[in-house]
Antibody, heavy 117, light 111 residues
């Protein structure tokens, strides 16, 4: 079955960097655009970034533009989110997701990132 | 890109019907058919309930239905069950450089 598994979360100090990974299985990863979506504790969902199926196109929310970079390695069925210059307001559960507005939507279980000194 | 506007909470008794609204603009909800609805129980990942405004994925109860009028999309839950108590989020394609947006979320309480 389709699976998306995030990893790499943890506690990091403000201003530092962290890289999240999302490993996919059960579908042809290289044919799907993939998203990162986050949810701060007790808050709603926030779309973060999107990368096209072949990695040629990236889009970002204004709140992370210039600090976060989305990338993928289709040979490893893996999506990444490089997060630099982290701020307290980046504290959230980060989900990777496929097709968030379509009928083939699938989400991982999320990984928690805590930015704190 | 501002979040789509949803009521903070909606409640109903078992067996009743409730409707959750999701208001955007002509640049998102009103401009595209790509509106979806998610259900999220505490500590769990969101689950797709409706896509393309009114389509149900396989396995989702037909008690859930979606519609859209102008810049406002709606999710109706008919015959409310205790297990429907959860947070619900709408989402829409926007066509902008930040091409997706979520709603503010609605907590559904089954009385």
């Amino acid at each position: 079955q389709v699976q998306l598994v995030e990893s790499g979360g943890g506690v990091v100090q403000p201003g530092r960097s962290l890289r999240l990974s999302c490993t996919a299985s059960g579908f042809t990863f290289s044919t799907y655009a993939i998203h990162w979506v986050r949810q701060a504790p007790g808050k709603g969902l926030e779309w973060v970034a999107l990368i096209s199926s072949d990695g040629s196109t990236e889009d970002y929310a204004d709140s992370v533009k210039g600090r976060f970079t989305i990338s993928r390695d289709n040979s490893k069925n893996t999506l990444y989110l490089q997060m630099n210059s982290l701020r307290a307001e980046d504290t959230a559960v980060y989900y990777c997701a496929r097709d968030i507005v379509g009928g083939e939507s699938e989400w991982g279980q999320g990984t928690l990132v805590t930015v704190s000194s | 890109q501002s979040a789509l506007t949803q009521p903070a909470s909606v409640s109903g008794s078992p067996g009743q019907s409730i409707t959750i609204s999701c208001t955007g603009t002509s640049n998102d909800v009103g401009g595209y058919k790509y509106v979806s609805w998610y259900q999220q129980h505490p500590g769990k990942a969101p689950k797709l309930m409706i896509y393309d405004v009114s389509y149900r994925p396989s396995g989702v109860s037909n008690r859930f239905s979606g519609s859209k009028s102008g810049n406002t999309a709606s999710l109706t839950i008919s015959g409310l069950h205790a297990e429907d108590e959860a947070d619900y989020y709408c989402s829409s394609y926007t066509g902008s450089s930040a091409p997706y947006v979520f709603g503010t979320g609605t907590k559904v309480t089954v009385l």
